[in-house]
C-alpha cells in the first residue's frame, strides 16, 4: 500500500544531542510537511518542501532544519534539542493541486 | 492569519448516543475544511472534507460534517456512536487554492463507553 512511513517512531535523546527524524513516502507526492504536536496542542506546521523548494513558517525555531534529498524522503534535523522539544513530530504529504494531506504515524521526540 | 476552534477537549458518551463536535475557523476568504480523526495509536486520517457544492458532507465510519458559511462553522456529527469511534478528532482549514498549508485546531478527544 502507498503509505507515509516515519522512522523511528520513538526517539530518545540527551538534551543539546543532534537528532534526525526521518520520513519516507511511497505516493510519489511533490509536497512533504513537518509538524510538531505537543501534548494537548494543535498539530503546528514547522516547515515544507514544495518539490524542492524549501518553505520555512516564521515561527519555527532555527534549531529545526530539514532536508530532502530526493522525492521519497525528508529528514527533520533538530540541532540542539531542549527539553521544550519534546514532542510527537508528523510527516504528510500531498499531491500539487490537491488540498489532501496523507500523514504519518509520528514519531514521539523525548528529550532528557 | 487563519485560526481554528474546538469547542470541547473531551467528550464522553455512551454507545448508541448522538455525537456533534463544533468547529469554527477565523479566515475571511474561500476556505477548504477537514475533519481528521487519530484512533489509538494510529496515524491521523482524513474523515471528511469540504471544497465546494452542498455543505452538508458525508465522510467515512457514518460521520458528516455541515459548513454554515455565516457562522464560520463545521460540526462534525454522527447519529449513533460506537465504542470504535473512541478517537480524537481534529478539525482543520486551509485557503481555497489548490495549495496551501493547513491550520488545525486543538483537537476533541472522544471517549465512547459501551
Known amino acids: 500500500d502507498a503509505m507515509v512511513i516515519q522512522n523511528p517512531r520513538y526517539q530518545v535523546t540527551q538534551f543539546g544531542k543532534p537528532v534526525t527524524l526521518s520520513c519516507s513516502q511511497t505516493?510519489?507526492?511533490?509536497?512533504m510537511y513537518w509538524y510538531q504536536q505537543k501534548s494537548s496542542q494543535a498539530p503546528k506546521l514547522l516547515f515544507h518542501?514544495?518539490?524542492?523548494?524549501?518553505?520555512n513558517e516564521a515561527d519555527t525555531p532555527d534549531n529545526f532544519q530539514s532536508r530532502r534529498p530526493n522525492t521519497s524522503f525528508c529528514f527533520l534535523d533538530i540541532r540542539s534539542p531542549g527539553l521544550g522539544d519534546a514532542a510527537m513530530y508528523l510527516c504528510?504529504?500531498?499531491?500539487?493541486?490537491?488540498?489532501?494531506?496523507?500523514f504519518g504515524p509520528g514519531t514521539r521526540l523525548t528529550v532528557l | 492569519a487563519q485560526s481554528v476552534s474546538q469547542h470541547n477537549h473531551h467528550v464522553i458518551l455512551s454507545e448508541a448516543a448522538s455525537l456533534e463536535l463544533g468547529c469554527n475557523y477565523s479566515?475571511?476568504?474561500?476556505?477548504?475544511l477537514f475533519w481528521y480523526v487519530q484512533y489509538p495509536g494510529q496515524h491521523l486520517q482524513l474523515l471528511l472534507k469540504?471544497?465546494?457544492?452542498?455543505?452538508l458532507v458525508k465522510g467515512i465510519k457514518g460521520f458528516e460534517a455541515e459548513f454554515i458559511k455565516s457562522k464560520f462553522s463545521f460540526n462534525l456529527r454522527k447519529p449513533s456512536v460506537q465504542w470504535s469511534d473512541t478517537a480524537e478528532y481534529f478539525c482543520?482549514?486551509?485557503?481555497?487554492?489548490?495549495?496551501?498549508?493547513?491550520?488545525f485546531g486543538k483537537g476533541t478527544m472522544l471517549l465512547v463507553s459501551p
Open positions: 518542501y514544495y518539490d524542492k523548494d524549501f518553505n
Open positions: 504528510a504529504t500531498s499531491r500539487q493541486g490537491e488540498d489532501e494531506q496523507f
Open positions: 469540504y471544497f465546494s457544492g452542498d455543505p
Open positions: 505516493l510519489n507526492h511533490n509536497v
Open positions: 479566515y475571511g476568504g474561500t476556505v477548504n
Open positions: 482543520a482549514v486551509n485557503r481555497n487554492s489548490g495549495y496551501s498549508t493547513l491550520t
